[in-house]
């Protein structure tokens, strides 16, 4: 059993504990959170466990009944909150986008491998069987097109900017922004799906705090190009699409995935593969994180684990690729630049 703990108290740490705990893995023994209010109030969503809530820093770190700290704290806070865990022997399984800048990824994988610790970066659609199944429709590769990605939802809290507001979001300093939100899910579809582009570009559409509300990524490859189309500030019912050199592969979304549209352009004919999921999206990545720290000696276990970490390595440098092209700049590449 892994003892669990969390940083941030939104209720995306809520799905995920609940998910941990359907694995029957993990069991959530600690939570850290600003204020001893409200980390009382999160832990008393479990009231089947014993929580210990945290306001201290160092006191969280030094505490010995953790194994694993699940990050969900606004993005630029994931790097210091990561690095001191690892530091502090702890395995860390950080929210999307895991970090910011090139130099913070590599300082985290050098970090954890020195301490002998796992970084996982929780992107969750990567181990749900939709995203599977796509992958090995797409192996052996065939000869690819072209692709379509979308991912696009109004969020609430683009009422509160539009108020006058800066809520974490939509805020440089904490490294928002639609691409760092919802495009890591494509970025981890292309590369995942298609490999490294040989080159990529931004056009975002950049709101007055600096980062980008919506915006189009280009990503180009040898003889193809993949669209993704991102936003924050609207809401999307466009489908993905997949071009082969014998039909289309056609997505209702591109995380969870329960349905799996193909079109065979020989027979003319469209099938489509309806896909399970559980209500609990997360869980799927917890099991997988889970079985990998739970047997750190099992040889195909680790090949999983080093796949893992280069495809987050690589989103990452995808990331800062695009953001240097539509010249988004965040809070923490100011305070690396200093
Ligand atoms: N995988 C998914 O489906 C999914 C969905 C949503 C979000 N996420 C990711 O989860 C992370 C958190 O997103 P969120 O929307 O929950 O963020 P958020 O509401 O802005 O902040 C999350 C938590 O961090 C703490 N926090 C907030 N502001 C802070 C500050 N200024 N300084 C220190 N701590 C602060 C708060 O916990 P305390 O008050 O307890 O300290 C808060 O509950 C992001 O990386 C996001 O991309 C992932």
């Not at 959530?28 to 306001?55: N, W």
């Not at 002998?116 to 749900?128: D, K, V």
């Not at 969020?155 to 440089?172: K, Q």
């Not at 739970?294 to 796949?307: H, K, M, N, T």
Request: proline share 5%; charged share 20%.
């Amino acid at each position: 059993m892994l003892r669990l703990a969390v940083i941030g108290t939104h209720w995306i740490s809520q799905d995920f504990v609940t998910a941990a705990h359907l694995t029957e893995k993990y069991q959530l023994t600690s939570v850290y959170s600003r204020k001893e209010a409200t980390g009382k109030s999160f832990a008393a969503a479990f009231p089947e466990q014993a929580i210990v809530v945290y306001t201290d820093w160092q006191k969280f770190l030094k505490a010995p009944d953790i194994d694993v700290v699940y990050i969900a704290s606004p993005n630029s806070l994931h790097f210091p909150q990561a690095r001191d865990c690892l530091s502090h022997g702890k395995n860390v399984i950080v929210e999307k986008p895991a970090f910011v800048t090139a130099k913070e990824m590599q300082t985290i994988v050098e970090l954890a491998s020195q301490k002998h610790c796992f970084y996982f970066e929780a992107a969750r659609h990567l181990h749900e069987p939709g995203f599977q199944k796509v992958k090995e429709i797409l192996t052996p590769a065939p000869e690819i097109l072209g692709a379509r990605l979308s991912y696009a939802k109004y969020s609430s809290r683009y009422d509160a900017y539009l108020n006058g507001e800066e809520p974490n979001i939509f805020s440089a300093k904490f490294a928002g922004g639609a691409l760092m939100d919802l495009g890591v899910y494509g970025l981890y579809c292309a590369v995942s799906w298609f490999g490294f582009p040989q080159n990529a570009l931004y056009y975002p559409q950049k709101l007055a705090s600096g980062v980008d509300g919506s915006g189009l990524a280009i990503l180009r490859y040898p003889g193809f190009d993949v669209s993704l189309a991102v936003g924050k500030n609207y809401d999307s019912f466009q489908t993905s699409e997949i071009y082969t050199t014998t039909g289309t592969i056609t997505l209702p979304t591109i995380t969870g995935i329960t349905a799996i549209d193909t079109y065979q352009r020989s027979s003319q004919r469209r099938t489509t593969l309806s896909i399970p999921l559980r209500q609990q999206g997360m869980y799927y990545e917890a099991l997988h994180f889970a079985t990998m720290m739970l047997a750190p000696e099992d040889p195909q276990l680790g090949a999983a684990y080093e796949e893992l970490l280069a495809l987050s390595i690589q989103v990452n440098q995808l990331l800062c690729q695009l953001r240097q092209s539509g010249q988004i700049i965040l809070g923490p590449d100011k305070e690396q630049a200093r």
